[in-house]
C-alpha cells in the first residue's frame, strides 16, 4: 500500500499514450459521443495501436494491434470482465432489478442446438403473421418494419401465442420500446434523459409487462394448461416460494431473454435486406440457393434445422453484412491487477481502467476488407487470407469465451425470414445508399437515415 503522500500509481504501467485534451474528461467525451468511430480511428491514426484516452471518467485502454486484440479476447473474466463492464454499460438504460435477477446460464441453455432447432415452427409462424400485414404496403421503411417484425416474433416465442395476438403484441411492444436497451449505445441523448428522470419510463414499463405477463401466467393456471414453449419452461426453472417472487422473476428474465437476443439481430437483418437489394448478384445466388433448398426439402423447408443448415450463401451473407455494419465497442472491466501483452510491450493494468477496442476500425482496415464481398466467407467462417495477422483482427459475433451464443439463431431467423419473404414479396432497390449512424458506440449499426423500398406483393 503506498504511503501518505506517495504519488499516485498509473492505472497503466508503463505510461503508454495518453490523448491529450484541453477540456479533462469531457473534451475526448464529446468528440467520442459525436462520432465514436471516427474519434477513435483520429486517435489510432495519431497515438499508434494502444493509447490511454479519458471518456466522461471512463479510463479507456485501446488497444487495436493483433496482439493487443489476441490479448483482449483471452483474457479471464476475474482479471478484465466482460459481465461488469456490460452491467455498467446498460445500467444506464435497464432499471437494476431486472439486471439483478439476470440468468446468465439461461441464454446459453435456451440456444442449445435441439432447442434452437425446435423454435422454428414459432419463428417461421410469427413471421407468416407479420408477412401477411406487410401485403397491404406499397413501400418498406426496412429497419423499423424489421424491428416490428423481430419483436413480435420474439412475444409469441419467448412469452407465448397470447402475446402475439392482435391488440396485446402492440402492447408488449409498447414495453420494450421503452426498455429497449439499445438506446443505451445508440441514442445517448434518451440515455441522460433516463438518468435524469431516475429511470421512471423504464420503471414503469417494467411494472406493466409484469402486469400483463401475470395476466398470461393467470390464465394457464386457471385452465390448467402450460404448454411445452418457452414459457412453460422458464416460468418451472423461476418458480419461487410465493407467486409475487416468481412472477418477478420470471418477468425480468422474459425482460433480459427479449432483450438479449433481439436487440441487434433486427439491425442485421435490415442491412442483409439492404445489401440484397443494392446487390443484383447477390440477390441472384441468394435465390439459386433458395430454390434448390426448396426443390430438396419441399415448400416449408424452413422449418427443417437440417434444410437450413444446408444454405451456406445466406451466411455469408449475414456475416459479411454483419462485419460492415459492427459498431460494438468491446469492453474489459480491470477487476484486478493484470498484465497485458501488446506487440512490443508487457503493461500492468489497475482497476479502475476499461481495455476496449471498436469493431468498425478495424473490420474494415484494409482495401478488401472496405469492400462489400459475401465470399469474404466460406458459410460462417471468414477467409484466412483477410486474417493473417490473426483472426481477432476481424470479428462478427466476438471471440473467445465471450463470443455471442445467440450465433446460430441469428441464422435461423434470417434465412426463415427471407425464404419466406421473397416467396411472397418482391422489393426494389434503395433510392440512394444507405449510411450508418455516426454516432452509435455499440452494437450493429442502426442506419443515419431511414431506408425505405418499394414492396409488392407476388
Known amino acids: 500500500m503506498a504511503a501518505a503522500g506517495d504519488a499516485p500509481a498509473y492505472l497503466v504501467t508503463p505510461k503508454p499514450p495518453i490523448v491529450q485534451d484541453e477540456l479533462a474528461h469531457i473534451g475526448a467525451g464529446l468528440r467520442f459521443a459525436r462520432s465514436p468511430t471516427g474519434f477513435l480511428a483520429e486517435l489510432r491514426a495519431e497515438y499508434g495501436d494502444t493509447f490511454l484516452v479519458d471518456v466522461f471518467g471512463y479510463k479507456l485502454f485501446c488497444v487495436f494491434s493483433p496482439a493487443g486484440l489476441c490479448s483482449l479476447y483471452a483474457a479471464e473474466e476475474r482479471d478484465a470482465s466482460f459481465g461488469m463492464a456490460t452491467f455498467d454499460m446498460l445500467g444506464f438504460k435497464t432499471p437494476i432489478e431486472v439486471m439483478l435477477d439476470a440468468d446468465i446460464a439461461l441464454f446459453y441453455e435456451l440456444l442449445q442446438p435441439p432447442r434452437v432447432a425446435a423454435g422454428l415452427h414459432t419463428i417461421a409462424e410469427g413471421i407468416a403473421e407479420v408477412l401477411e400485414d406487410w401485403k397491404q404496403l406499397d413501400t418498406l421503411d426496412v429497419f423499423d418494419a424489421v424491428r416490428t417484425l423481430q419483436q413480435r416474433v420474439g412475444f409469441r416465442l419467448w412469452i407465448g401465442p397470447e402475446a402475439a395476438r392482435d391488440g396485446e403484441w402492440q402492447a408488449f411492444k409498447a414495453c420494450f420500446d421503452v426498455l429497449s436497451q439499445e438506446n443505451a449505445f445508440v441514442s445517448p441523448q434518451q440515455t441522460l434523459e433516463t438518468l435524469m428522470s431516475n429511470k421512471a419510463a423504464e420503471k414503469q414499463a417494467v411494472s406493466e409487462f409484469t402486469q400483463r405477463l401475470g395476466a398470461i401466467v393467470e390464465q394457464r393456471d386457471a385452465a390448467g394448461a402450460w404448454p411445452d414453449d418457452n414459457l412453460s419452461f422458464l416460468?418451472?426453472?423461476?418458480?419461487?416460494?410465493?407467486?409475487?417472487?416468481?412472477?418477478?422473476?420470471?418477468?425480468?428474465?422474459?425482460?433480459?431473454?427479449?432483450?438479449?437476443?433481439?436487440?441487434?439481430?433486427?439491425?442485421?437483418?435490415?442491412?442483409?435486406?439492404?445489401?440484397?437489394?443494392?446487390?443484383?448478384?447477390?440477390?441472384?445466388?441468394?435465390?439459386?440457393?433458395?430454390?434448390?433448398?426448396?426443390?430438396?426439402?419441399?415448400?416449408?423447408?424452413?422449418?427443417?434445422?437440417?434444410?437450413?443448415?444446408?444454405?451456406?450463401?445466406?451466411?455469408?451473407?449475414?456475416?459479411?453484412?454483419v462485419r460492415f455494419a459492427q459498431r460494438s465497442l468491446t469492453l474489459r472491466k480491470v477487476m484486478?491487477?493484470?498484465?497485458?501483452?501488446?506487440?512490443?510491450?508487457?503493461?500492468?493494468?489497475?482497476?479502475?481502467?476499461?481495455?476496449?477496442?471498436?469493431?468498425?476500425?478495424?473490420?474494415?482496415?484494409?482495401?478488401?476488407?472496405?469492400?462489400?464481398?459475401?465470399?469474404?466467407?466460406?458459410?460462417?467462417?471468414?477467409?484466412?487470407?483477410?486474417?493473417?495477422?490473426?483472426?481477432?483482427?476481424?470479428?462478427?459475433?466476438?471471440?473467445?469465451?465471450?463470443?455471442?451464443?445467440?450465433?446460430?439463431?441469428?441464422?435461423?431467423?434470417?434465412?426463415?425470414?427471407?425464404?419466406?419473404?421473397?416467396?411472397?414479396f418482391q422489393l426494389g432497390a434503395p433510392a440512394a445508399a444507405a449510411a450508418p449512424s455516426d454516432t452509435q458506440m455499440g452494437g450493429v449499426a442502426r442506419p443515419a437515415e431511414p431506408v425505405r423500398l418499394a414492396i409488392r406483393a407476388r
Open 235 to 321: 416460468h418451472a426453472r423461476f418458480r419461487s416460494e410465493t407467486p409475487e417472487l416468481t412472477l418477478r422473476k420470471l418477468a425480468h428474465n422474459v425482460i433480459n431473454a427479449n432483450q438479449g437476443f433481439l436487440s441487434n439481430l433486427y439491425a442485421a437483418l435490415g442491412w442483409t435486406l439492404v445489401n440484397l437489394q443494392s446487390h443484383p448478384d447477390s440477390l441472384r445466388r441468394l435465390h439459386a440457393e433458395l430454390d434448390s433448398t426448396r426443390a430438396r426439402y419441399g415448400e416449408q423447408f424452413y422449418t427443417s434445422q437440417t434444410a437450413l443448415d444446408s444454405m451456406p450463401f445466406c451466411e455469408q451473407l449475414l456475416m459479411e453484412s
Open 336 to 424: 484486478r491487477e493484470m498484465a497485458f501483452t501488446v506487440e512490443d510491450q508487457v503493461y500492468t493494468l489497475a482497476p479502475g481502467v476499461y481495455i476496449a477496442t471498436m469493431l468498425s476500425v478495424t473490420n474494415v482496415d484494409s482495401p478488401e476488407l472496405a469492400r462489400f464481398d459475401p465470399d469474404h466467407y466460406v458459410g460462417r467462417r471468414i477467409n484466412p487470407a483477410l486474417i493473417g495477422k490473426g483472426r481477432e483482427t476481424v470479428s462478427t459475433f466476438g471471440h473467445g469465451t465471450h463470443a455471442c451464443p445467440a450465433q446460430k439463431f441469428s441464422h435461423n431467423m434470417c434465412k426463415v425470414l427471407l425464404a419466406q419473404l421473397y416467396a411472397r
